[in-house]
């Protein structure tokens, strides 16, 4: 199992962006999935999830500039982030609470992380 994520970039200040993760190898459910970031000398915090029921979660950050979404017969989730600011400027990575065919529950998997520049 693995996610592949893709769609970062450099934009502006005030500019958008559109983040997509696919999941994909044998496996038997996936639970939330999300994105977090990380900006350099910083930690990992998370940015915004969506339950495999459509429940989203955001942090105070993201409201109202950023949204979630899935597409549960593709195995993808993708942020819209709009209204970007420098201070966004981060690694982004995305995340899913998968349940590989033949394990006996979920774990956490991690992409590799897509690189995203706001310039002011």
């Known amino acids: 199992v693995q996610l592949q994520a893709s769609g970062g970039g450099l934009v502006q200040a005030g500019g958008s962006l559109r983040l997509s993760c696919a999941a994909s190898?044998?496996?038997?459910?996936?639970?939330?999935m999300g994105w977090y970031h990380q900006a350099p000398g910083k930690q990992r915090e998370l940015v915004a999830t969506i339950s495999s029921g459509g429940i989203t979660n955001y942090a105070d950050f993201a409201k109202g500039r950023f949204t979630i979404s899935r597409d549960n017969a593709k195995n993808t989730v993708t942020l819209q982030m709009n209204s970007l600011r420098p201070e966004d400027t981060a690694l982004y990575y995305c995340?899913?609470?998968?349940?590989?065919?033949?394990?006996?529950?979920?774990?956490?998997?991690w992409g590799q992380g897509t690189q995203v520049t706001v310039s002011s």
């Open positions: 995340n899913a609470h998968i349940r590989p065919r033949g394990w006996p529950s979920e774990s956490g998997f």
């Open positions: 190898g044998p496996m038997w459910s996936i639970n939330d």
